[in-house]
Nanobody
Framework: QVQLVESGGGLVQAGDSLRLSCTTS????????MGWFRQAPGKEREFVAA????????RYLDSVKGRFTISRDNAKNTAYLQMNSLKPEDTAVYYC?????????????????WGQGTQVTVSS
């Protein structure tokens, strides 16, 4: 059974930082691409970042480039999203997702496995 568990969300002020974690079980982690997505109230879920199996390839939503960094620790079966210089518009539920793949995917429909989400709220 594939399980993804996110943690690290919270309430912060604009300009602060947070690091989200996503611990995965039930898969051979090194064979799986990891992605982060977010969904704000009343909006569709959107891609934020993704990382290849070995960590050598990453993709980002344009609005988070230079502020967010995705990484992974394959020894710990965990992916991370370091979020710096947070803005109120980053407020959303953040989800991690995973897919057995070689290339990095950026759309929600590409990922079959999802975590339950963690709330990130950025106050102005």
């Amino acid at each position: 059974q594939v399980q993804l568990v996110e943690s690290g969300g919270g309430l912060v002020q604009a300009g602060d930082s947070l690091r989200l974690s996503c611990t995965t079980s039930g898969v051979t982690f090194t064979s799986y691409v990891m992605g982060w997505f977010r969904q704000a109230p009343g909006k569709e879920r959107e891609f934020v970042a993704a990382i290849s199996r070995g960590g050598g390839s990453t993709r980002y939503l344009d609005s988070v480039k230079g502020r967010f960094t995705i990484s992974r620790d394959n020894a710990k079966n965990t992916a991370y999203l370091q979020m710096n210089s947070l803005k109120p518009e980053d407020t959303a539920v953040y989800y991690c997702a995973t897919k057995n793949a070689v290339v990095v995917y950026t759309t929600t429909s590409d990922y079959p496995y999802w975590g339950q989400g963690t709330q990130v709220t950025v106050s102005s």
